[in-house]
């Protein structure tokens, strides 16, 4: 990842010609160190916003703009999976029975079993976050862009935003928040207002954010916005 204090712009070297230098270095003590054959200097980009704010929407435009994006959560989901290291850490803490017959973690089994343990669902939390840190680092690796882009629920809350170059706070009204969700998961009225009240206050989030898109219009409107906020993003102007 890279560090805007300690590497401007003006000093990235273009990846093709990161990746045509020899996979062996000579480190300061004169002896042999592998290091990796690949290393993006691609800024990123965090982005966030509440439940319903529309950070997944905002994602895939980007995306479809070009960009690359890292979709934590959903990364997160298959890593539980994929993660054999992580597997073992999460059967230690829950039991084998977080993995049903098929090996698959049992998302139900682990809600339920988290459901009011905060102190579990945070022993979880810890596993789990470290994994899909290390696994954003694999892939940005890999990506060949100047910017590229991070979608996770908690940003803020986790303080992703100080390992980001810039990040980018989706919000909308309350209200229409809670509509979308309704129209999109079936969840009532009140569960949704439940999850929003656990989550930081859009007031917190924009004080923190560099970039805020303001998803209370149509999507055509809202793609306009991603325009504009990519313009000032490139331009280096935050808080337009
Ligand atoms: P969550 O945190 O719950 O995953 P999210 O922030 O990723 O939510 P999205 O899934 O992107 O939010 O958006 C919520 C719903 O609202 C989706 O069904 C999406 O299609 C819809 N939506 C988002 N923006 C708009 C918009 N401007 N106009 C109409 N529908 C929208």
């Known amino acids: 990842m890279t560090d805007k204090k300690t590497n401007p712009k003006d000093e990235l070297i273009p990846l093709k010609k990161i990746n045509s230098i020899p996979n062996l270095i000579q480190d300061n003590s004169g002896k042999e160190a592998k290091v990796k054959s690949r290393q993006s200097f691609a800024k990123t980009i965090g982005l966030t916003g509440g439940i319903g704010s529309g950070k997944t929407t905002v994602a895939q435009v980007i995306e479809k703009m070009g960009f690359p994006v890292y979709y934590s959560d ?26 049903d017959e098929n090996g698959f973690y049992d998302r139900k089994f682990v809600a339920e079993k988290v459901f009011n343990n905060s102190n579990l669902l945070q022993n979880l939390n810890t596993l789990i976050h470290p994994a899909v840190k290390t696994d954003f680092e694999n892939w940005v690796k890999n990506q060949n862009s100047d910017f590229v882009f991070k979608e996770t629920a908690l940003l803020f809350e986790l303080n992703l935003n100080e390992t980001c170059y810039k990040s980018i706070l989706v919000t909308a009204d309350d209200r229409l928040r809670i509509k979308r969700v309704m129209d999109r998961d079936g969840k009532t009225y009140r569960e949704i207002e439940n999850i929003m009240q656990k989550q930081m206050s859009e007031k917190a989030k924009c004080k923190l954010a560099d970039f805020i898109i303001y998803n209370n219009s149509t999507l055509e409107n809202l793609k306009v916005e991603i325009e504009k906020m990519l313009a000032a993003l490139i331009q280096n102007k935050s808080k337009f």
Do not use: Q
């Open 74 to 99: 959903v990364r997160a989901k298959e890593i539980v999976n994929e993660d054999k290291v992580l597997k073992e850490k999460i059967k230690m803490l829950l039991g084998n029975t977080a993995y």
